[in-house]
T-cell receptor, first 116, second 114 residues
Framework: AQKITQTQPGMFVQEKEAVTLDCTYD???????LFWYKQPSSGEMIFLIY??????QNATEGRYSLNFQKARKSANLVISASQLGDSAMYFC?????????????FGKGTKLSVKP | NAGVTQTPKFQVLKTGQSMTLQCAQD?????MYWYRQDPGMGLRLIYY???????DKGEVPNGYNVSRLNKREFSLRLESAAPSQTSVYFC?????????????FGSGTRLTVV
């Protein structure tokens, strides 16, 4: 069965510092995609970054980067130079080519609080 | 703005009442989904529709029904609401059911069953 594990229910980071949000996954699929979503207090789900299982380079999108370690089945999100607006829930998610009927499955999330 | 539109945004129901949550997307996406979000549980899939004319159960389908009315619209029905169905409900869509396609989410419906 596919599973996403986010072991940090909550984290604090000082403004302008970098922070890493952990995500590990379990799948037997050969091909899969890993996604990170941000959910601010307003409630909407905002797509941040994507990493494919066959991508050799770690994905980057502005201040977001994904530290992908396939052998360890981890896909950690790194936010550089944290801003107050980064305070939100962050969800790691995975979509495989066989497990869970190819649907997106989510971890339980990490609540990030940025301190001024 | 293009995207996924959910109605209503908020709803309070009494136990035993029924209601339908509406969802429409204007991106010509093939697949649509209903998730519920509960504190500490992440998002869990209720039902999905891989393509127009098909619907399937997800992880937590009990107490719900769905209808894929056409390619644009996918509704979620609670026939007899229970307090355990108090949650935030998200509709989402995806252009294709392949690994490198993510989902676009609606803004959510906050449902309280008293």
């Amino acid at each position: 069965a596919q599973k996403i594990t986010q072991t940090q229910p909550g984290m604090f980071v000082q403004e302008k510092e970098a922070v890493t949000l952990d995500c590990t996954y379990d799948t037997s699929d050969q091909s899969y995609g890993l996604f990170w979503y941000k959910q601010p207090s307003s409630g909407e789900m905002i797509f941040l970054i994507y990493q494919g299982s066959y991508d050799e380079q770690n994905a980057t999108e502005g201040r977001y980067s994904l530290n992908f370690q396939k052998a360890r089945k981890s896909a950690n999100l790194v936010i550089s130079a944290s801003q107050l607006g980064d305070s939100a829930m962050y969800f790691c998610a995975m979509r495989g080519d066989g497990g869970s009927q190819g649907n997106l499955i989510f971890g339980k999330g990490t609540k990030l609080s940025v301190k001024p | 703005n293009a995207g996924v539109t959910q109605t209503p945004k908020f709803q309070v129901l009494k136990t035993g009442q029924s209601m339908t949550l509406q969802c429409a997307q204007d991106m010509n996406h093939n697949s649509m989904y209903w998730y519920r979000q509960d504190p500490g549980m992440g998002l869990r899939l209720i039902y999905y529709s891989a393509s127009e004319g098909t619907t399937d159960k997800g992880e937590v389908p009990n107490g719900y029904n769905v209808s894929r009315l056409n390619k644009r619209e996918f509704s979620l029905r609670l026939e007899s609401a229970a307090p355990s169905q108090t949650s935030v409900y998200f509709c989402a869509s995806s252009e294709k059911a392949v690994v490198n396609y993510g989902y676009t989410f609606g803004s959510g419906t906050r449902l309280t069953v008293v």
